[in-house]
């Protein structure tokens, strides 16, 4: 080969090696400026407005729901609820509408733990659509975690969980009976495994300075230990989405 041609030849090595480095560059760019899109339909995170004929309940931190309403698992039945998940207050059906785990639609998972626990329904719905957004979904999630262990029970890390407690209708019965066993620890030593009670001064994950009013508020805050006001993943949400819901 002569020494032109030589030259031509080292010069499209380097010029494809070239190439090859941006366009890594590129992707690795890519990636680190993705940004990830909210699993929360947008008007979650908008204040809740009461209607004209609604008495209006101003958000307060230390009272997000009244025990009777949060411990009321009469009100809404099977076909209730399968109602809603068909027709939601999005506009539209939720995935949960025709999903089932162990042969349960999600829609008797749901009510079947409430009351088994004692704690609305509505409330457990709250949580689906707080921590992984899953009302407002409309199809099945690409992550199927965010279904199969939606509250995160049974699992010591993100990809470590198990197996025996996957399924809506599993993770569903553990938020359940989280919340229970949270309400009857302030009936019984006045608050919660993490401190969390009635007349009781604590802070929250985000600094927040709260002294729950009641037993269901202060479950609340053990099973979501995070404010967040006018933000997704807190307790300002928890009590948003009641309002609405």
Known sequence: MSG???GRAMWARAARAAVAIACVALALSACTTKVETSILDPTDLQPYKPL????ETPYDRNMLIDDASFLDSTQ???????????RTSYGSRSFLGTYQSSGLRASDA???SSR??????IALLVFAQVRAGLVSLKVYPEDPARVEYA?????ESKGACDPRLAGFDRQIDCLARQLREAVEAVKLTGATASGFGPNRTSFTVDGARVTPANGATAAIYQ??????REKAGGTWLVWNLWQKY
């Open 110 to 112: 749901l009510v079947a």
């Open 151 to 155: 509250f995160d029970c049974g699992c």
């Open 52 to 55: 004209a004929e609604d008495i």
């Open 116 to 121: 088994t626990y004692g704690v609305n329904p």
């Open 4 to 6: 032109g041609a030589r």
């Open 76 to 86: 809404a039945t099977s076909v209730v609820v399968q109602e809603y998940l068909e």
């Open 223 to 228: 099973v979501l230990p995070r404010e967040a």
